[in-house]
């Protein structure tokens, strides 16, 4: 198959820190698009990645799956894009379309494991797939999204794997008006839950360890900010919540917020922390509480949460970085110094 070098900025090994280097892209297929990238957001599970952190990473690793481009060539069967339009490619570049997970759409969770945008084995080149820190992509139409008019493009990239994480499980449980919401945690995935359950109609309360964040967490949509280290603050508002949304991925205190659910109420995971949380077994069987997870969302429910922060205009509060400067943003986000979103410039790299 023929293939074109792209320029990228990689990791070469767990140690190293990222650096020039170019990847083989292959030629558009009949199915296929090609995106120049215009921005990329900075995932935690990028650094996670290159570091490997989950014991899994393929070198060289190319990170980035918060992708927003510009459609350059298409495949002669692609109906849905043409060469010009504004397009985005979010965690998964494929899956195997047959289970029942898949024809249900609900690829994220595809019995035979999706095709992740970056680390995982590319099914049509070899070797692994490579993300979006990088000048250009080829993706199949089927996991290409459509960005709607009026968003600003660079503050839309994090919604590829930021906005949905936090969109799929408010969606699936149902939250609306006259439901009390709680939000664990205001950084990334945080800052985007606060926003998503505001729009969607709920009491939203944010929880935060970090007094300097009640003014933010008002300002992005909360109605009430608990500092959780507040024993008595959070003892306020045992067994009221309808849902929570747990959005840190350190070591925390997670039945601290399942005391906070009433009868049949749910708290459902989407941070991943590196180390398990124990779980007393009485704060879940004597009110009826649920304790769940969540990873990102489907391809149709991915392009409906697009159209959805269009309508009410919706996007990640972000710094906008060239990408010579992402090994300082990685540092900087280690230490959660950025309010909300790392997002990358592609048009540095290109310069």
């Not at 990847?23 to 990645?49: F, K, N, T």
């Not at 008006?177 to 998503?196: E, N």
């Not at 003014?215 to 306020?236: I, P, Q, W, Y």
């Not at 124990?278 to 009110?287: E, G, I, S, T």
Request: glycine letters at 10%; aromatic letters at 8%.
């Amino acid at each position: 198959m023929k293939t074109n070098s792209v320029h990228s900025f990689a990791a070469q090994s767990a140690t190293s820190s990222l650096g020039s280097y170019d990847i083989a892209r292959r030629e558009p297929g009949p199915w296929d698009v090609e995106m120049e990238i215009l921005y990329c957001g900075v995932c935690h599970s990028d650094l996670h990645q290159a570091r490997n952190e989950w014991k899994n990473t393929i070198y060289p690793c190319v990170p980035g799956h918060e992708i927003v481009g510009r459609v350059t060539r298409v495949g002669a069967e692609v109906e849905k894009f043409k060469t010009g339009d504004i397009t985005a490619v979010g965690c998964m570049v494929d899956s195997c379309g047959k289970c029942d997970n898949c024809r249900a759409g609900q690829e994220q969770y595809c019995l035979s494991f999706p095709t992740f945008t970056y680390n995982s084995e590319d099914k049509i080149l070899g070797g692994p797939t490579f993300g979006g820190y990088s000048t250009s992509i080829v993706v199949d139409e089927a996991f290409v999204l459509r960005v709607p008019e009026g968003l600003d493009l660079a503050a839309t990239a994090p919604l590829l794997c930021a906005g949905i994480t936090t969109y799929s499980p408010l969606r699936h449980w149902k939250v609306g008006p006259g439901q009390k919401v709680g939000v664990v945690g205001l950084g990334g995935l945080g800052h985007m839950g606060v926003k998503f359950a505001r729009a969607f109609g709920a009491h939203v309360v944010l929880f935060t360890t970090s007094p300097n964040k009640i003014e933010d967490g008002l300002r992005l949509g909360a109605h009430e900010v608990v500092v959780s280290k507040d024993a008595n603050a959070m003892a306020k508002h045992t067994a009221s919540f309808d849902f929570i949304l747990d959005a840190v991925s350190a070591q925390h205190d997670i039945n601290a917020y399942l005391s906070l659910l009433k009868l049949d109420g749910t708290l459902t995971l989407v941070g991943a922390p590196e180390e398990p949380l124990p779980v007393a077994a009485f704060n879940l069987l004597l009110p009826r509480r649920n304790f769940s997870g969540s990873a990102i969302g489907g391809i149709a429910e991915t392009q409906e949460m697009l159209d959805f922060c269009a309508k009410h205009q919706i996007v990640s509060d972000i710094e906008l970085i060239p990408m010579q400067k992402i090994n300082e943003a990685w540092e900087r986000l280690l230490k959660q110094d950025v309010r909300y979103r790392f997002v990358i410039d592609m048009a540095s790299l290109k310069a």
